[in-house]
């Protein structure tokens, strides 16, 4: 699939300039729905790491209606970014991009487990993904970033995630009773969109499908 190599090249090693280039790229990214809507693919892209910052990154490609494989995709390799809070893409864009390059299928939907604009910046590891391959791209996180009122117990409740009184994204209880997930748009999406996605892709557990599948591929090959 494409990616875009200019802006791809621009991955700095330095937590500030990393910083500054957030900054530069936020006003780029798109909360609108593609045209045409709908996804007929969606793919899950997670990134697993050991103490001596070797990473593996995978990328699994479901069918949306029936959530069966349609192409996968690894890549291994090594970061020596500091853990930072709110620059987790510096860590994992390298290899993740080496992945989405393997891939013979493009997909209609990136789903990352990470941040979108629900982000100190605005400009998560899913906002910096949709710019770099064009591809409508939402964030569907296990923390929360910012604050979330009240969501009742029920699957499909909701609640609105807000940073300095912005909305930035959403908590979303896809299982009853269990903790919710926090979505925000990446890129080339609207926060209704990627919500409704979310639900679609979590029949019977709290993480969506594509999320659950490329977590246990690259774990699976980081202790191999």
């Known amino acids: 699939m494409l990616i875009d190599e200019e802006l791809a ?46 990473v593996v990154a995978a990328i699994v490609v479901l069918d949306a209606k029936t959530l069966e494989p349609v192409d996968t995709a690894t890549a291994q390799g090594h970061t020596d970014f500091p853990y930072v809070p709110g620059l987790l893409a510096f860590r994992e864009l390298p290899t993740t991009l080496e992945a989405l390059r393997r891939l013979d299928t493009t997909p209609d939907l990136l789903i990352c487990d990470g941040q979108g604009l629900a982000h100190p910046r605005r400009f998560g590891l899913a906002c910096h993904l949709g710019l770099l391959t064009g591809l409508p791209t939402i964030g569907v996180a296990k923390t929360l970033w910012g604050r979330c009122g009240h969501l009742g117990p029920e699957r499909g409740s909701t609640t609105d995630i807000t940073i300095d009184d912005e909305i930035v994204g959403r908590a979303v209880r896809t299982r009853t009773d269990v903790k919710p997930v926090y979505v925000s748009t990446g890129h080339r999406i609207t926060l209704d969109t990627a919500c409704t996605a979310t639900l679609a892709l979590t029949p019977r557990y709290r993480q969506p499908e594509t999320t659950r599948r490329a977590d246990h591929l690259c774990r699976t090959l980081l202790r191999g």
């Open 9 to 54: 090249a621009e991955l700095p090693a330095d937590p500030d300039a990393a910083v500054a280039l957030q900054l530069r790229l936020r006003s780029r990214v798109d909360p609108a729905d593609p045209r045409p809507p709908g996804f007929e693919t969606v793919a899950g892209l997670d990134s697993a790491y050991d103490d001596e910052g070797h």
